[in-house]
């Protein structure tokens, strides 16, 4: 398996636009998460899924953040409008059910918001 | 609930020295313990886990065991290189096995 896949790697734009993030788990497993990491938080949990339904949405930081897992495969967190504080590195990562296993994660997309 | 809680970096440290990275956790249950490294521009990746007590996990000649009884998986390397150079997190995973919470993290500088 190729990992998990996110994209784009690297994104630039403005404030108030929207953003998109995209990530694609490794095939069979039944968890997806999505982090934020920035040098004064640190790593954050922003929502998880089980079986592509959300479990906890609860760091989620404001309403103008959402995500999506319309299938097994995909799986979308989209910002809008977006600010500059918004400008992090964004982490997917999946794993398979169980207290031993742990979870991989993907390379990561860095947000830059002007 | 759960926490994980790791010694402040950053640690600088001269090739082949001793490395030690402290990692307590608070739990309830019995959660599995890892540790995770971050090398500049990536996404974490794991280095070595534990189960249960008293067990060690180890890769790439780092070490680190499950101290049940001072609720510590400290991890160790006895002689570290440039390479080493990273983030380490230190992460457990609660009995009902869903998700991970991660410490902080410790950035590791090793010099020539």
């Known amino acids: 398996d190729a990992g998990v896949i996110q994209s784009p790697r690297h994104e630039v734009t403005e404030m108030g636009q929207e953003v998109t993030l995209r990530c694609k788990p490794i095939?069979?497993?039944?968890?997806l998460f999505w982090y934020r990491q920035t040098m004064m938080r640190g790593l954050e949990l922003l929502i998880y899924?089980?079986?592509?339904?959300?479990?906890?949405d609860s760091g989620m930081p404001e309403d103008r953040f959402s995500a999506k897992m319309p299938n097994a495969s995909f799986s979308t967190l989209k910002i809008q409008p977006s600010e500059p504080r918004d400008s992090a590195v964004y982490f997917c990562?999946?794993?398979?059910?169980?207290?031993?296993?742990?979870?991989?994660f993907g390379q990561g997309t860095r947000l830059t918001v002007v | 609930g759960n926490s994980v809680t790791q010694m402040e970096g950053p640690v600088t440290l001269s090739e082949e020295a001793f490395l030690t990275i402290n990692c307590t956790y608070t739990a309830t249950g019995y959660p599995s313990l890892f540790w995770y490294v971050q090398y500049p521009g990536e996404g974490l990746q794991l280095l070595l886990k534990a189960t249960k007590a008293d067990d060690k996990g180890s890769n790439k000649g780092f070490e680190a065991t499950y101290r049940k009884e001072t609720t510590s998986f400290h991890l160790e390397k006895g002689s570290v290189q440039v390479s080493d150079s990273a983030v380490y997190f230190c992460a457990l995973k609660e009995t009902s096995g869903s998700r991970l919470t991660f410490g902080e993290g410790t950035q590791l500088t090793v010099n020539p």
């Open positions: 095939s069979g497993h039944d968890y």
């Open positions: 990562a999946s794993s398979l059910v169980g207290r031993f296993t742990e979870a991989f």
């Open positions: 899924f089980n079986n592509n339904v959300p479990i906890d």
